[in-house]
C-alpha cells in the first residue's frame, strides 16, 4: 500500500501527469454537462459518430504535419451540422444520418493513413490517447474551450432543459429549439476534439454517456443527475490516470474502465440508492 502511494506521489511530481489531470477534469466536466441533453434526446451516438469524423481529421492534420486540434475542430463541428442537416432536409433518422458521416470518415482516415505510409505511433496515440502527449498549448487551449463549453451550457441551461424535455412545447414558448439542437452538436463536437489526447478518438464517446448513464441510476431531478454525473465523471479521470500510471496501463481504456466498474457498482446498488 505504501509502494502505491509512493508511485502515486511521483506521479503528481511529473508535469505531463499534471498536464493530463488538469484537461482531464475540464473535459470531464464539459462531457458530463453535455451527457445528458445528449443522452435524453437520444443523440448520444452522435458522440460516437463524431469520434469517427475526429479520427479522419486526424489523420489529415498528420499527413499536413499541423496541429490536429486546430484540424479537428472546424472540421467537426462542420460534420455535426452536416449531421443534424442530413436528418431535418434529406429524411434521414439521425442514427442513419451518424452512420453515413462516421462510415465516410472512418474509411478517408484510413485511405490517407495508408497513402501517408500506415499506422504510426503518434496516430496510435490519437486513437487511444496519450497522456504523455499532451503540451502545454494543448492544455491551455483544452482549458478556454472547455471552459467555453460549460459557460454555454450554464448560460442556456433554462432553454436546453425545456428542448431536452419536450421540444414541442419549448418551441410554442418562443425558444429557438433548432437552434438550441444545433448549440449541443456544436458544444459536443468541440469536447469530443478535446478528449482526444486523453482518451482518443475511439474512446471519447464514452465519457459523455458512461457518467450521465451511471447518475441516472440513483438521481432523483435534473440537476442532480449533472452534479452526480460530474463528480463520476472527474473522478473517473482523476483514479484512471493515476492508475494508468500506478498500472501501466494506456490512460484512455484505464479511464473508460473506471467508468464502467461505476456503473456496475451503481447499476447494482440502484434499489438500495433509490428506496
Known sequence: ???IFELIKEALSY???QRAIIVGIFIALSSA???IFLVLKKYSMIGDGLAHVSFATVAIALFFGTSPLLVSIPIVILSSIFIMQLNEKAGLHGDAAIGLVSSFSVALGVLISSVAGGFNIDLFSYLFG?????TDSDMYLSIVLA??????????YNDLFA???DEEFASVIGIRTKLMNYLIATL????IVLG?????TMLISSMIVFPTVTALQVSRSFKSTIVISALISVAAVIIGVLASYVLNFPSGATIVMVNALVFIVFFALKPILRS
Open 1 to 3: 500500500m505504501t509502494d
Open 15 to 17: 508535469s505531463f501527469m
Open 33 to 35: 454537462l453535455l451527457g
Open 130 to 134: 496519450s497522456i504523455l502527449a499532451i
Open 147 to 156: 471552459g467555453f463549453v460549460i459557460a454555454l451550457v450554464v448560460f442556456f
Open 163 to 165: 428542448v431536452t424535455h
Open 188 to 191: 459536443a463536437s468541440i469536447t
Open 196 to 200: 482526444i489526447r486523453v482518451v482518443g
